[in-house]
């Protein structure tokens, strides 16, 4: 990895690390609307308050995959950008970008489970994203017998993602249209229950990163959720 790219990436994740730690990520509102970038340095990325994905499901650090993550929000739109560091790369043969793909939690993704209802904590949203740019999107609840049934829904998100080889970093950004979260207007101040993760690796070396640790062996834990805040400029 480039030296300078390393030491930024460091620091910025190290700023993260005790944002983090309070089971709270802070979204940065944006002035307006974007095309996707993947690139953390662009003007949009560089107003946003990182976070750290670098536990496993129990809590254990998983050195070599802290995965940063960012966050900017619209009137219209909820935006994250995933930093991932890798060490192999697991992904689907012949991938499929222009519809989803379902059970793409098989192969290396990045993860936003999302949910508005804090009444009802087992109904919430699941976005994924590949390195090559697959994707799929769930509506989950946890209360019926078949809640992988959700993938059918459509939320009309957009995704966007890039593979560094060079420093072994896989990049990935999400848009996500409000009207798919919740039925309400968002507005700074507002809360969500809230999850970030990542399965990475083929299955011999298999690493699942969790920004709130579920303490067990599945993402799919909405009492272990923490929260995103929205927050003005």
């Not at 499901?57 to 802290?66: E, I, Q, S």
């Not at 019926?144 to 993938?151: A, N, Q, R, V, Y």
């Not at 829904?153 to 848009?175: E, H, T």
Request: charged share 20%.
């Amino acid at each position: 990895m480039n030296i300078c790219i390393r030491t930024s990436l460091l620091g910025a994740l190290a700023a993260a690390a005790l944002v983090a730690s309070s089971g709270t990520m802070v979204s940065v509102q944006a002035t307006a609307d974007v095309a996707l970038d993947t690139n953390p340095d662009s003007s949009f990325w560089k107003d946003a308050r990182p976070v750290v994905a670098d536990r496993d499901t129990f809590g254990k650090p998983v050195p070599g995959y802290v995965t940063e993550i960012r966050s900017r929000w619209t009137s219209a739109n909820l935006y994250f950008l995933f930093i991932c560091p890798y060490q192999e790369l697991y992904l689907k043969p012949h991938p499929v970008t222009a519809t989803e793909t379902n059970e793409l939690w098989n192969w290396d993704v990045a993860e936003v489970f999302i949910g508005a209802d804090f009444k009802n904590i087992r109904r919430y949203r699941e976005f994924e994203i590949s390195p090559q740019g697959e994707w799929v999107d769930l509506d989950i609840d946890r209360s019926k017998p078949h809640p992988e049934d959700g993938w059918l829904w459509n939320s009309g998100f957009k995704v966007s993602a890039r593979i560094d080889p060079s420093s072994r970093i896989w990049y990935a950004a999400m848009c996500i249209p409000w009207a798919s979260i919740d039925s309400h207007p968002p507005q700074a101040g507002a809360e969500f229950r809230m999850n970030l993760y990542r399965s990475q690796g083929p299955k011999a070396n298999h690493k699942l990163i969790n920004w709130q640790p579920t303490m067990e062996l599945n993402f799919h834990v909405p009492e272990r959720f923490g929260l995103l805040r929205l927050e003005s400029k």
